[in-house]
Structure formats: structure tokens, C-alpha cells
């Protein structure tokens, strides 16, 4: 049989029971594992043996769910981790370290500019950020010797705009160092960043994984590809020894396709323990076995909902890159080709005050500080989301003061174009 496709992926991959033993991955809700003899404990502390001996670095539930994600993705190794900010630390955080400097696109986020703009300066890590629709040569005048990771966001949250994958990848690896992609809002039934170049790809697992608001959690999948003994002088701590864990020298033990997640788990994990909850990792799973069935309603209304707002004389812009007349059109047509997620972003004539009566008046969609699942909401994301950056950074990331951020649920697409006419109605009262 030839590979299975990603609706028998999304359902099978990651877990096969044996004979007699549970159809359904179970949660396995235990701190500790029990062994027969201290010697074999040990081999799993020395990572001659594989196994697990505490629920911070490795559980078999979250495993087998990371499993899933990986073949999701066409990864070779996957772990979970307790929030997707927590994903996007650990990625970035596993190769560099003080004195390390990123490149990552400004349109991110809000959250996720403010862990590298501000809390990794802290750390000693600088960055410098860039137009996601920068060209090559201003890409390039953005690296320093000691740069040592690529970021950016597939679709980014709440602008919309549509990252280049190929041209990222391609500057990246010209100076030697991986591209790391958030993978969210597509979901890898939509895009696989690695088919186009990603070195590692990361999730909230929150969003449309989880599908239904019940779970934080995150994802880090690492496509295998990148050479990091190649690049040693860069990364020393994949490269070298590890002091702190019997000096295994994870990219000689491990290879290209283990070494990243397992220094991820080995080191990271074990000292700063923002593990998933294999209980959440059980919820994740039941959402990941209908990603396939429900990202094309999602497309559908958001689609829907997209072509409505552009019609209507109250809304100034819209943002989305299925919409003909949206900048990012083209590119999503090529890495987006099925469509790229349930989320519209639009200005109001009017601005701030314009969209806060707005979203006073909606009767279906909710006002939440979440985004991608099964019921629609809204939120103004420079009052919530990205309200810790300065205007001048608002302006960077395309997240101008009055923007409305919508995510379409699973809801009939009708009723949602119903409650938002209504809602417009409103603004001329």
C-alpha cells in the first residue's frame, strides 16, 4: 500500500494497538514508571534505551499524539509541549542562546514579538525583524554573524499576510541556519512548510488541532533536514557535548532527524518542564481526527464571510488571502492552494470606537481572546492580543488601531453573514 493520504493520517498515524489492546490512544495519567532494576533505569537516563521514567520529559499518550502531528507534517520526530508560546520558545531557545540573534518576520503574533523582542533580549538573544514581503537582498542585510534561526508564520495572526516559505528558506539556509515556521493557522491539512523548504515547523495545538476550545497546548516538529553537523560552530549545543546529561552529543547520537526533539526533551523540557498534560494530549487527539473534515468548513465561511465585508461600505479593508483582490493572493495560491484558514481580519470606517460598537452588537460571535475552533469570535487586537506593542510596531506587524480580528466557526455560513449585517447596521444608528 502506498503512503496513506491525510484524512487516514489524521485518524490512524501515530498509534496502531496491538491485539486485545485499546482502540483509542490511551491516557496514560501517571508522574512515574516502574522498573525492575536500578541498571535498567539507567540505560534511559544514559539514552541508551528508550522508555520513560518521568512525565516531564516523555509520556506515551503525548507521544503517540506527537507521533500524529509528525506524520501530519511528513516530520521525523515531533514533541508537545503545555502552550504554543511554550513551542515557539523551546524551538527557538534549543539553538540559540545569550549572544545568539534572530531574523523573524514582523508580522507575527503579538505575543510571539513580544518573546523575542522583549524577553529574549533579556536572555542576551537580540533580534532584528522584517517585512514579511522583504526582498532578498534586504533579507540578507538582516543577518549577523551570530544569527542562528529564521522565524515566521505561514498565515500570520491577525494580518493575514502570507509568508514566502521558499524565499525565507532559501536566504536562511544560505547563511547556515534553519527556518522555523509557525505552522497554526493553516494546520498541515492546508500547507506543509516542510514540502517547501521549513526546517522545523511549530503549532498551538489550541487552535484548530484542539478544534473546540478544550485544550492549550503546542507542537514542535522537525523535518529531519537540516545538517546541523555542518553548521557545528553554530550550534554547539547540538553539536557538542552535554555536560549537563552524561555528554551525549545529540546530532552524532541522534542524526538530523532526532537530534533537535531530543535535545528539545532531554534538556529543555527536563529544566524548564512546560509539558503537555497527557489528559489535554488525549483531547488534542480527538480534535486531530477530524482536522481534515472540518479545516474545509472553515475555509468555506471564512471564504463566505470575506466576500460579504468587501461588499459592505462601512468596512474600509479586508484582509484575506482567498479574496482575488487581497496582496497575498498569489502566494496563497501557491502554498495555500485548498485555502488557508477560517480567520478575516477588516478596518471599519470609524477605527476603534467604530469596531467596539460593532462587536457590542453581535449576537453570534463571541468577543474571546481565542481564535480557529468550533464557534465564531472576534476581538479588537490591538486593545487585547498585541496590546503591548507600541504603535510604530502595530504599524510593522499590519495591525492598524481599529482592526477586527473574526474567526469563523463551524457555524452555518448564512447566520454569520446575518449577524454581522446586523451588527454593520449598527454603526449607523
Known sequence: MNETRMGTKCIQAGYTP??????????????????????????????????????????????????RIAALEGGTAAMLTGSGQAAN???????????????????I?????????????????ESTFISPDCTEEEMHAAFKENTRAVFGEIIANPALTVLDIEKFAKVAHEHGVPLIVDNTFPTPINCRPIEWGADIVTHSTS?????????????????????????????????EPDDSYHGVTYAE??????????????????????????QNAFYLNLGLESLHVRMPRHVENGQAVAEFLASRPEVTKVNYPGLPSDPYYARAQKYLPN???GVVSFELEGGREAAEIFMKHLKVAAIETHVADARTCCLNPATTTHRQMTEEQLKEAGVPAGLVRMSCGLEDKHDLIEDLAQALDALKA
Open 109 to 125: 503574533y503579538g505575543g510571539t514579538y513580544n518573546l523575542i523582542d522583549v524577553t529574549f533580549k533579556k536572555m542576551g538573544i
Open 339 to 341: 485555502g488557508g484558514c
Open 253 to 278: 547520537k541522534f542524526g538530523n532527524a532526532e537530534a533537535f526533539i531530543r535535545k528539545a526533551t532531554c534538556q529543555l523540557m527536563r529544566d524548564l518542564g512546560c509539558v503537555q498534560a497527557p
Open 18 to 67: 496491538g491485539n486485545g489492546e485499546p482502540r483509542q490512544i490511551p491516557i496514560i495519567q501517571s508522574t512515574t514508571y516502574k522498573y525492575d532494576t536500578s541498571e535498567a533505569m539507567g540505560r534511559l537516563f544514559d539514552l541508551e534505551d528508550d522508555g520513560y521514567f518521568y512525565s516531564r520529559l516523555a509520556n506515551p499518550t503525548n507521544d503517540r499524539v506527537a507521533a
Open 207 to 239: 487552535k484548530y488541532m484542539d478544534g473546540h476550545g478544550a485544550a492549550l497546548g503546542g507542537a514542535i516538529v522537525d523535518s529531519g533536514n537540516f545538517d546541523w553537523m555542518a553548521h557545528k560552530d553554530k550550534y554547539p549545543g547540538l553539536c
Open 89 to 107: 520558545f523551546l524551538a527557538l531557545f534549543n539553538i540559540c542562546e545569550a549572544g545568539s540573534h534572530i531574523v523573524a518576520s514582523s508580522s
